[in-house]
C-alpha cells in the first residue's frame, strides 16, 4: 500500500469486503492516493450507491452518502449545489450508472455540473447473481442469458460526451497509474468528470462471460483486450476522450442568486 493513502483508510476498523482478484480493491488505493496527493481530505464528499464497487468509499475517511441504486447523481447534485466548497466523487457500478441510473447520468452531464464520477464497469451484475447488465457483452452467457446475450453494450463513455460531459475517460485496474491521473484530473475538472474503471470480477464475470474465474487470467485479458489505439478491431478503447470546458451549473446558480440579491437590494427590498 503506498504509504501516503495508509493511514485514511478504515482498514483496520471494517474487514475487507471484496473477493479475491477483485479490482476494486485497487480502487480504494488509487482513490485514497488521488485524494492525498490532491490533498483534499477535508474537502471530500462521496456518494455511492447500491453495489460491490460501493463500498469503495467506505473505506475512506471522508463523508459518505449512500443512496438507493440509481440515484447517487441526484443525492449528488443536491450535495454539491448546497456545498459548493466540497469536492464530490461518485462511485457507482455500471448497472448503478447507465442502468437504473442512465437517465440521471445523461442529465447530470449535460447540466455539466461539478462531480467526479467513477463507474466501475465489471460486465455484469455482480453483487446479485450475475445478471445480464447494461453492459455485458453481445453473446455473454450469464445467469439470466444462459444461451447468449443478444443485446449490444453500452458505451458509456460515448454516451457521457454526447450528452455534454467535459471530462470523460476510460481506464482498467490494470493501468493503475493512467487511471491515477485520470481520478486526480476528473476531482479537480471544473465540470462534470466521468471516469470509467474497467474491472475484473472473478465470481461472477470470470465464471459465466470469460469461462474462467483465475485472478490472473482476468487481469491478462484487461491488457490483451483493450488498447490505446484507434481501429484495432475486437479491442476496448482506453484513453481520455474529452477534456473541455463550458459553463458548470452551480457556478451559474450562485451567480444568478448573487445578481438577483444585488437588484433586490438595489431595489430597497428586504429579505
Not at 18 to 47: K, Q, T, Y
Not at 210 to 222: F, I, Q
Not at 223 to 250: A, S
Request: charged residues 20%; aromatic residues 8%; contains cysteine.
Amino acid at each position: 500500500m503506498h504509504p501516503l493513502a495508509e493511514r485514511r483508510l478504515y482498514k483496520e476498523k471494517m474487514p475487507f469486503l471484496f473477493c479475491p482478484g477483485c479490482g476494486n480493491g485497487v480502487l480504494v488505493h488509487l482513490l485514497a492516493r488521488a485524494v492525498e496527493e490532491l490533498d483534499l481530505w477535508d474537502r471530500v464528499s462521496c456518494v455511492g450507491g447500491i453495489g460491490c464497487s460501493s463500498w469503495i468509499p467506505t473505506y475512506l475517511k471522508v463523508d459518505y452518502l449512500k443512496t438507493l441504486h440509481g440515484r447517487t447523481l441526484p443525492a449528488a447534485t443536491g450535495l454539491r449545489v448546497t456545498r459548493p466548497d466540497r469536492k464530490v466523487i461518485v462511485v457507482v457500478g455500471d448497472g448503478d450508472g447507465v442502468g437504473i441510473g442512465g437517465n440521471h447520468l445523461i442529465h447530470a452531464a449535460r447540466r455539466n455540473i461539478d462531480l467526479a464520477v467513477v463507474m466501475v464497469n465489471n460486465q455484469i451484475y455482480g453483487m446479485t447473481g450475475g445478471q445480464a447488465g447494461p453492459t455485458t457483452p453481445f453473446g455473454a452467457r450469464t445467469t439470466t442469458t444462459p444461451y447468449g446475450n443478444l443485446e449490444p453494450p453500452v458505451d458509456a463513455c460515448r454516451l457521457v460526451e454526447a450528452a455534454g460531459g467535459t471530462y470523460v475517460a476510460r481506464w482498467t485496474t490494470a493501468h493503475q497509474m493512467q487511471l491515477l491521473k485520470a481520478l486526480k484530473k476528473a476531482i479537480m475538472h471544473p465540470g462534470f468528470g466521468f471516469v470509467e474503471v474497467l474491472s475484473p470480477c472473478p465470481v461472477q464475470t470470470g465464471r459465466y462471460v470469460m469461462g474462467s474465474g483465475d485472478p490472473v487470467r482476468l487481469w491478462r485479458w484487461l491488457r490483451e483486450h483493450t488498447t490505446v489505439r484507434d481501429g484495432e478491431e475486437g479491442k476496448v478503447r482506453l484513453g481520455e476522450f474529452v477534456e473541455l470546458e463550458r459553463p458548470e451549473l452551480t457556478a451559474q446558480l450562485y451567480e444568478l442568486m448573487a445578481a438577483r440579491q444585488a437588484a433586490a437590494r438595489a431595489a430597497g427590498v428586504r429579505g
